[in-house]
């Protein structure tokens, strides 16, 4: 999905003052996929349009060529929505087909050669290029550097554009093992104390009440449809509270991801915002009914949070639960010590929060693998937690794949298909099909690209791509493995696997290895062809595993469980406030 217009804002040199007009007269605020593609936290790159292929030439001239071909982009002042959309595309297309080699190459000959002021577009493209975190760096430091004069809603948005990188896999380097702790969240920190001076929104600290929490304000950065994901899950979080611990809980969509692009980051990012959801209502969702006050307002402004702010401060909560990271309105309230703050992460990486508790994906305190150095601020506001798990509703409908029943399916999961299933995986998944002669692999989820780059592997016609399917539980019902392809995302889709007995193999990080536990994870690219040709050929095997399958989502899935736990912090975030401000991050 291409970018249909771009906002004036993203005209401003480096994000601090005007260089170039941009044409922006395309109207309507710029739809797009959830940050996840549709299931996650983060907004969806949008590219399209005609791609400019480098000739199949020497090295050397198809560096070249690509050269040029970025100069006219880095260099053009007159950025519009269709330009943004075929930089995109050109960038997109060198990263896929260039050796690392020649992509290294590339990046330093426009380093060196390419007269550019825009620090953003530049290393942006760079970085995308080749995965080197220097370039994000370089950018995050401009802008801090830049003080007031940068725009707020530039920082805002470079913010977003670099964690949707990094929630992708797409960096590389010994940089990741400190970027986000040191780095990112510096970075953070001092873009929302900028926002609380520059724009005047400091909340008044509130007065305590005696007693137990009774109202819960859940604060969420992204609130679309109930095939959304984190949807559901802030949704299930939001109704427990109210119906099975008594709580007066309203969920307050901030909507706070990009709307609109504001400078020429490349990939660009919007998130979806679903327009109709707009201002307060009650929500009725799975037979349960919640109250909702959602703020669908696409620029991020002073008057937009200025607005949530005072809505949150009428509403008076006990407790704020920050539903997911980069949590800006909930940090407002944290960062100021005026109401008690809760973050529930949605993901097995790093929170980036300002919260006073900020609880673990899993039981594992991933805070011991941040450096020395950077681990303070962390590990003081961590706390023990399992994220749980609320399968949805199945009405057992059989779900058809183009298979027999007697085939034995592999099932690969998710919302971002297209990005997380390089070529590696798919020669990969080639070879388990190769051993497993009575095997078919089955890719649930919207694909757009995916079908096309089958078409070259000796098993193609054992693969099907079925698109989005409405209940995944009676999907599950058809499958025997789920194979995780190495990415952050896709703990839910592993989740419902596991509740249905469907056991998984996954590489030992990100959400999926999280949930799944180390029983489901291999070490390398051969244990995870053993163990799913194992799966596929041994039916005590299969057996065995199915079993320890299910015992697993007995372990990871009490929601209940997890929302009492949640409020026990809640609680204990109240009294570090009422003993005095909290200790800065």
Request: charged content about 25%.
């Amino acid at each position: 999905m291409g970018i249909r217009s771009v906002s004036q804002s993203a005209s401003l040199r480096n994000g601090f003052c005007r260089a170039a007009h941009i044409a922006d007269g395309l109207p309507g605020k710029v739809p797009a996929c959830t940050a996840c593609c549709g299931g996650g936290t983060h907004g969806k790159a949008a590219w399209s349009g005609r791609v400019k292929t480098m000739p199949g030439t020497v090295p050397s001239d198809r560096v070249t060529a690509a050269a040029a071909a970025l100069t006219v982009f880095l260099t053009d002042r007159q950025i519009d929505a269709g330009k943004l959309n075929r930089f995109t595309a050109l960038c997109d297309e060198i990263r896929r087909t260039m050796e690392f080699d020649g992509r290294m190459e590339l990046a330093e000959r426009l380093e060196r050669d390419t007269p550019v002021n825009d620090t953003i577009r530049l290393r942006s493209v760079l970085f995308h290029l080749t995965g080197d975190l220097y370039h994000l760096e370089r950018i995050l430091h401009y802008l801090i550097l830049g003080g007031d004069s940068a725009d707020p809603a530039a920082l805002h948005y470079t913010h977003w554009c670099i964690s949707r990188q990094l929630f992708l896999g797409t960096a590389s380097g010994e940089k990741m093992a400190t970027f986000v702790a040191c780095d990112l969240f510096r970075y953070y920190t001092a873009m929302v104390r900028q926002i609380a001076r520059r724009w005047g929104l400091t909340p008044a600290r509130a007065a305590f009440c005696d007693g137990p929490i009774r109202r819960v304000a859940v604060v969420t950065n992204q609130f679309t449809n109930q095939g959304h994901q984190p949807t559901r899950d802030c949704f299930d979080f939001a109704a427990r509270m109210q119906d099975d611990f008594g709580l007066d809980v309203a969920i307050i969509n901030v909507n706070g991801m990009p709307a609109r692009v504001e400078n020429v980051f490349i990939p660009p990012m919007v998130a979806e915002v679903a327009a109709d959801l707009e201002g307060v209502y009650a929500l009725k969702m799975f037979g349960r009914q919640v109250k909702v006050a959602s703020f669908t307002e696409p620029a991020f402004s002073q008057d937009k949070l200025r607005v949530i702010v005072d809505a949150i401060d009428g509403y008076d909560p006990d407790l704020i639960v920050a539903f997911g990271g980069s949590n800006i309105v909930a940090d407002l309230f944290a960062e100021a010590d005026a109401r008690p703050v809760v973050a529930i992460p949605t993901t097995s990486s790093i929170t980036v929060s300002l919260a006073h508790i900020v609880l673990g994906y899993e039981e594992n305190d991933h805070t011991r693998s941040i450096p020395a150095l950077y681990r303070a601020p962390f590990a003081r506001r961590f706390r023990p937690f399992t994220f749980g798990f609320t399968p949805p509703p199945s009405d057992g409908k059989r779900v058809e794949t183009g298979f027999p029943d007697d085939t034995v399916l592999f099932a690969v999961v998710g919302t971002r298909l297209d990005l997380e299933v390089g070529e590696d995986t798919l020669e990969l998944f080639d070879e388990i099909l190769e051993r497993c002669p009575d095997g078919a692999l089955v890719f649930a989820g919207e694909v757009k690209e995916l079908p096309g780059r089958l078409a070259a592997l000796r098993n193609r016609d054992r693969m099907r791509c079925l698109g989005h399917v409405p209940d995944i539980r009676a999907f599950y019902a058809r499958c025997h493995v789920f194979l995780n392809p190495p990415r952050q995302g896709g703990g839910g889709g592993a989740s419902y696997a596991l509740a249905e007995g469907v056991p998984v193999i996954s590489y030992g990080s990100g959400d999926v290895a999280s949930n799944a536990g180390p029983a489901f994870c291999v070490p390398d690219r051969d244990a995870y062809l053993a163990r799913a040709v194992a799966l596929a050929t041994d039916a005590e095997a299969l057996a065995e595993a199915r079993l320890a399958a299910k015992a697993r989502f007995v372990e990871i899935g009490d929601r209940t469980r997890c929302v009492e736990r949640l409020l026990a912090y809640g609680e204990e975030a109240r009294a570090l406030l009422r003993g005095g401000p909290a200790t800065g991050n």
